[in-house]
């Protein structure tokens, strides 16, 4: 038999069988009103439950990219001082957070989407039970109860459809805010234990640690790259223009702008790069003067 | 005659739709025979689709009872059987 009809008859036998239990179709109207009251404070307290995983989903999100940023910094620090090795660590942590964070993500998306679903059952289920009152009162105004069982059944037929719909909404997204706790937990914990630290920074932040460590070396050595860089520019067209003076010289000062990229400590680069720099600096105007 | 689609309401369809969504729901309980999740799936997104093309939103108010009920959108086969096995699995 077809898929609508049998669902449709699930819903219907439901509805008759609890009719079937009332004895007073009058106090029928009364207790089912309640049930739905109840129903609509449960679908209430789903769309606050499902509300709250959603923020804490948003909370992890939030620390995690925190995390990435910062792993993505260390990175360009250290591969602004030639540290590839750490630069290369540092992107290793990060994509294992990316994936963390992808997940995440999906979580997040799906826990909006049953946020919204709920909200929309329950504002359903609300504009039905209001019908449902004022009918329930007409109905006891107006009938007899012999006359009154077929306004009730009817009534108490269609409200029971919206209130199983929304029933169905309600263990799904409790379902799924259960496993999104559970994840979350996960985290949560993963983060209090350190082991999602170590990840990020490892045990002592060893990448910050590193670059800490060559922190005053380096503010000279990238200085020194700059200023590098800068004369290496300004000299270049005038290499071309003097090549036939400048000649030797010319590979000399492209070989010192190449030299920066390993670390050294910083006495020796110091006490060497001016002097390599200097020539590339005054040969071109030797070659212009001749 | 009213169709509900779970999780998303009820809407008001022309009677003269039915030969129609009938042939789309036989597609749809083919899957469900030959356990065809991927069929299942792409047979219901378009049984909803038509219904939801053809239908009119009922007003929130209303309190009849649906002729036709469609599972909702993203229901697995597995969601689907549950539903149609025991009373027990209707709450409300």
């Known amino acids: 038999m077809s898929v609508m009809k049998r669902v449709s008859m699930m819903f219907r036998a439901k509805a008759n069988k609890a009719l079937d239990r009332m004895e007073d179709p009058r106090e029928t109207l009364d207790y089912s009103y309640q049930t739905q009251l109840e129903l609509l404070q449960k679908v209430r307290r789903g769309v606050a439950d499902v509300a709250t995983s959603r923020k804490r989903v948003e909370l992890q999100i939030n620390q995690l990219q925190q995390s990435s940023d910062k792993l993505d910094r260390q990175a360009r620090d250290a591969l602004s001082v030639g540290r590839e090795d750490l630069a290369r660590d540092a992107l290793t942590r990060k994509a294992g957070l990316q994936s963390q964070l992808n997940d995440l993500n999906t979580q997040y998306q799906s826990l909006q989407a049953e946020e919204e679903k709920l909200t929309g059952a329950s504002q359903r289920l609300q504009a039905k039970v209001d019908a449902f009152r004022t009918r329930k009162e007409t109905i006891k105004a107006t009938y007899t109860a012999a006359e009154a069982q077929t306004r009730i059944n009817e009534a108490f037929t269609g409200i029971s459809e919206e209130m199983g719909d929304v029933g169905l909404a309600i263990q799904r997204a409790e379902d799924k805010t259960e496993q999104m706790r559970a994840r979350a937990g996960a985290i949560d914990e993963l983060m209090a234990s350190g082991a999602l630290d170590d990840m990020v920074s490892g045990p002592h932040d060893d990448i910050q640690a590193e670059l800490d460590r060559m922190g005053a070396g380096h503010d000279v050595d990238a200085e020194l790259a700059r200023l590098k860089g800068e004369l290496a520019q300004g000299s270049a067209p005038r290499q071309i223009e003097g090549t036939a003076n400048g000649g030797a010289a010319a590979p000399a000062s492209a070989a010192s702008a190449g030299q920066p990229a390993p670390a050294q400590p910083a006495p020796p680069v110091a006490d060497a790069s001016p002097v390599t720099d200097a020539e590339p600096a005054d040969q071109p105007q030797a070659g212009d003067g001749a | ?92």
């Open chain 2, 1 to 92: 005659m009213i169709v509900r689609i779970l999780g998303e309401g009820q809407l008001q369809v022309d009677d003269s739709a039915a030969s129609e969504l009938n042939e789309l729901d036989a597609k749809l309980e083919a899957t469900v025979e030959r356990s065809d999740e991927r069929g299942f799936a792409s047979a219901l997104a378009e049984l909803l689709a038509r219904v939801r093309t053809i239908g009119r939103p009922v007003e929130p108010g209303a309190l009849e009872p649906s002729e036709l009920i469609l599972p909702g959108e993203g229901a697995t086969m597995a969601e689907v059987r549950k539903l149609l096995a025991g009373d027990g699995m209707i709450p409300g």
